[in-house]
Nanobody, 115 residues
């Protein structure tokens, strides 16, 4: 199983970025997909969820600014981030919970938001 995240980078406050995570080795359309992030010195936190049933959920801190979406043909989950703030600076991780309830993590992609 592989989760390959990409799209991180350096952006000014107020800017936008789109993260992508390409998944292989599991039945993507039957998996719940999540984006987590971990800022330096802090615990990893759940940012956004896209369930296999089509539901989406967001952390309060990103509601209205972030949008999670998925392409079940391309086996890819996206995180579109708008109006980025310095406090969004973190390593962002793609996470999959497969149909048989196993957990898989991607390698992380760094997002740095400058003020």
């Amino acid at each position: 199983v592989q989760l390959q995240a990409s799209g991180g980078g350096l952006v000014q406050a107020g800017g936008s970025l789109r993260l992508s995570c390409v998944v292989s080795g599991i039945i993507f359309r039957m998996s719940d997909m999540n984006w987590y992030r971990q800022a330096r010195g802090k615990e990893r936190e759940l940012v956004a969820t896209s369930t296999s049933g089509g539901n989406v959920n967001y952390a309060d801190s990103v509601k209205g600014r972030f949008d999670i979406s998925r392409d079940n043909v391309k086996n890819t989950v996206y995180l579109q981030m708008h109006d980025l703030k310095p406090e969004d600076t973190a390593v962002y991780y793609c996470h999959a919970r497969s149909a048989v309830r196993r957990n898989y993590w991607g390698q992380g992609t760094l997002v740095t938001v400058s003020s």
